[in-house]
């Protein structure tokens, strides 16, 4: 008899750390899909001002091809990248806010 005790113990023990370790694992997997799904966002932010700097990149290279080498146009082009810049921040800023 003292030995169906001790069985049933056993099964309700691990019965509630199943359920426990279950629980667990699917609350990590949810932070994990959330996480995930940020780093895609990032990504393809990044990928975006990728394509908008080598667009840059090359419209200064061909400045510089068209016309020579000229302090002004890289100072100009500097400027401009800048001022693309300072939205896209403040653009992020706000939508982490949200």
């Not at 049933?8 to 996480?35: H, M, Q």
Request: proline letters at 1%; charged letters at 30%.
């Amino acid at each position: 008899m003292s030995t169906l005790i001790h069985a049933d113990i056993f099964f309700f023990v691990t019965t509630i750390v199943v359920v426990l370790v279950g629980t667990a694992l699917t609350v990590a997997l949810i932070y994990l899909s959330k996480v995930l799904s940020d780093v895609r966002e990032i990504t393809k932010q990044v990928k975006e001002e990728t394509i908008l700097f080598r667009g840059d990149i090359a419209g200064l290279r061909d400045d510089v091809k068209r016309e020579g080498f000229r302090l002004e146009r890289l100072m100009l082009f500097f400027k401009t990248l800048m001022k693309r810049v300072k939205p896209s921040s403040k653009r992020s800023v706000s939508k982490t806010r949200k």
